[in-house]
C-alpha cells in the first residue's frame, strides 16, 4: 500500500522533468511576471511547531482564476534534535525534488525566483486545494529525511501580504550568503557536489566552494556540509579537492573524477572560475548567466528577472537555452548571484575587468563587492542600447577592454585582385565558439551548381581557431 494512495494523483520520481506549458497549466504559482513570490524553510525549536499544521493566507486553488498566475509565498518551519540553521537552505532547496514527484505539477528556480505551474489535468483528477499539496510536501519530507521530526506549512497567496513578507524573506536569504564570504576555496580539503538538477539537465553536477555558490543561489559551502552530514546518501555530498591543476581556471583533480563519473563521461574537466575551455556546466536554475560579446571581447551579465533584451539583443530566455541542460559552452555560463561577490569571480578570464554590460538593478545589488574603478566604466539598460554605443562609452570611460582591442593589418592580395564586393576584413580568432557564421553565395563557388543561384553555408557552434582568414577571387 502507498502512502499516496489518498491523494488523486500520482507521485514519483517518473514525473520528474515533467514540463507543464502555459495552455496547460491550471493556475502559476509565481513566476516571471509576479515580482513578489518565494519559499523559505525556517528551523524552529520543537515546541514552536504544530506538526502537520497548514495555513492558507489568501485564496486556495478553486478560487483562483484558471490559466492566470498569482503572487505566491510558501513558510515551511521544520524541527528536530539534528536539524540546525545550516541546513534551511538545503531543506528548502529540496523542494525542487519533492514537487516535481507530483503528477502534473512542475518547480522551477528557486528562493526568490520560484515558478510553480499545476496541471488543468490533475486539478480536473482532484489534486485542487494546497491543503494536498502540503500533504505530499509533510510525507516526502518526514520519509526521505527522517530527521525531521515536526513540520509546518504555511502558503500565501493574498498579494498584499506576500508583498508585506517579501523583504523579510529576503533578509533571511542574505544572512545565509554572508556566512561564507571571507572564506576561502584554498583554507578547505573538501567541496560539495549538489545533483538535485539531473532529472532536467542529466550530465550537470553543481561543484559549491567557499567561494563558488551553486548556480541556483540557494546553497552555499556550509549548507553543503550540514546536508552531507546527516544525508550521506542524499544529492549533496563532499568531494575531495585532490591535486590542483590550475590555481587560475579553478581545476582540481578529483573534482574532474567525480564530474566524470557523476555525467557518465559527457563532462570530462571542469574550470571552476572561467567561461572558456571547460566552464562549469549550467543546469537551468541558475539565477543569472554570463554571456560573451565578441564584438567588444568582453562580457555581460542578464538575471533572471530582467524583461529587457541584453545589449547584443537576446532575453534571459534565450541566452539561458543557449547553455542550459548541462552543456559545457563557451562564452555562455550560467551562475548564482552570490557568485558575483567571489575574489575569484571569472578569474580566469580577468575578472571584473571583462565584464562590460549588466542591468543596473543587479549591479547595484552586489555593488559593494566589485571594484570601485570599475562600476562606473560598466554601461547598464540606461547607459547604451545598440552595440556601437557600448563600443563608445567603454572608449569615452576608458574601460580596461578597451587594452584588449587590437587593429589587425588589412591583408595584401593574393595571385588575382579580390574584388571589391568581396573584400572582407581580417578577423583575430581566439578559439571563441561562433553561434553562426554565414558565408555569402559569390564568395564560395561550388562547381556544378548553375551560376545566379543563391545560397548560403552556415557553421554551426563552430570552434575556429587561425591568426587570420583570408577571401581571395578564383581565376576562371
Not at 539534528?82 to 522551477?108: A, P, Q, T, W
Amino acid at each position: 500500500m502507498s502512502m499516496f494512495d489518498d491523494i488523486p494523483v500520482d507521485i514519483g520520481i517518473i514525473y520528474e522533468g515533467e514540463r507543464i506549458r502555459g495552455r496547460e497549466m491550471q493556475v502559476e504559482l509565481g513566476g516571471p511576471r509576479e515580482e513578489y513570490k518565494f519559499e523559505l524553510v525556517q528551523a524552529k525549536e520543537l515546541d514552536e511547531i504544530e506538526d502537520g499544521k497548514i495555513t492558507i493566507i489568501g485564496p486556495d486553488l478553486p478560487d483562483i482564476n484558471p490559466g492566470t498566475n498569482i503572487a505566491f509565498g510558501m513558510i515551511i518551519d521544520v524541527a528536530g534534535a539534528e536539524i540546525e540553521k545550516d541546513l534551511e537552505g538545503v531543506i528548502e532547496r529540496r523542494l525542487h525534488e519533492y514537487v516535481n514527484f507530483i503528477e502534473g505539477f512542475m518547480h522551477l528556480n528557486q528562493r526568490y525566483d520560484i515558478q510553480m505551474r499545476l496541471s488543468k489535468k490533475s486539478f480536473e483528477k482532484g489534486f485542487n486545494s494546497l491543503n494536498l499539496f502540503a500533504e505530499v510536501l509533510f510525507r516526502l519530507y518526514k520519509s526521505e529525511m527522517n530527521f525531521i521530526e515536526k513540520i509546518q506549512i504555511a502558503f500565501i497567496t493574498d498579494p498584499e501580504k506576500v508583498k508585506e513578507m517579501y523583504p523579510e524573506a529576503m533578509e533571511i536569504y542574505e544572512a545565509r550568503d554572508a556566512r561564507a564570504r571571507g572564506m576561502s576555496d584554498d583554507e578547505v580539503d573538501v567541496f560539495y557536489g549538489c545533483s538535485l538538477c539531473q532529472s532536467f539537465a542529466p550530465t550537470h553536477l553543481c561543484v559549491i566552494t567557499p567561494q563558488r555558490y551553486a548556480n541556483c543561489g540557494a546553497i552555499s559551502w556550509f549548507d553543503g556540509r550540514a546536508t552531507a552530514k546527516v544525508d550521506p546518501k542524499g544529492p549533496v555530498f563532499e568531494i575531495p579537492k585532490g591535486k590542483l591543476l590550475d590555481a587560475l581556471t579553478g581545476e582540481y583533480e578529483e573534482v574532474n573524477r567525480v564530474i566524470r563519473e557523476k555525467s557518465l563521461g559527457e563532462i570530462e574537466r571542469v574550470q571552476l572560475y572561467t567561461g572558456f575551455g571547460y566552464p562549469h556546466t549550467s543546469c537551468g536554475c541558475f539565477e543569472a548567466c554570463a554571456f560573451y560579446i565578441p564584438e567588444v571581447d568582453g562580457y555581460g551579465i542578464v538575471h533572471r528577472n530582467y524583461k529587457g533584451q541584453t545589449i547584443n539583443g537576446l532575453d534571459f530566455v534565450t541566452i539561458s537555452d543557449l547553455t542550459a541542460g548541462g552543456r559545457q559552452v563557451d562564452g555562455f555560463h550560467g551562475l548564482g548571484i552570490e557568485y558575483m561577490r567571489s575574489p575569484k569571480f571569472m578569474q580566469a578570464d580577468g575578472g571584473w575587468d571583462r565584464f562590460v554590460w549588466m542591468p543596473v538593478d543587479i549591479r547595484d545589488r552586489i555593488v559593494d563587492y566589485m571594484p570601485e574603478d570599475i562600476v562606473p566604466k560598466i554601461a547598464t539598460e540606461g547607459d547604451v542600447s545598440t552595440l556601437d554605443e557600448l563600443k563608445t562609452w567603454l572608449k569615452d570611460k576608458e574601460h580596461p577592454i578597451v587594452e584588449r582591442w587590437v587593429e589587425e593589418p588589412v591583408a595584401e592580395p593574393e595571385q588575382a585582385q579580390v574584388p571589391q564586393q568581396m573584400a572582407q576584413p581580417q578577423m583575430p580568432m581566439t578559439g571563441f565558439t561562433v553561434p553562426s557564421l554565414e558565408i555569402p553565395a559569390s564568395a564560395l563557388p561550388i562547381q556544378g551548381l548553375p551560376q545566379g543561384v543563391a545560397f548560403k553555408i552556415i557553421l554551426k557552434n563552430a570552434k575556429i581557431k587561425a591568426e587570420k582568414l583570408i577571401i581571395k577571387a578564383e581565376k576562371e
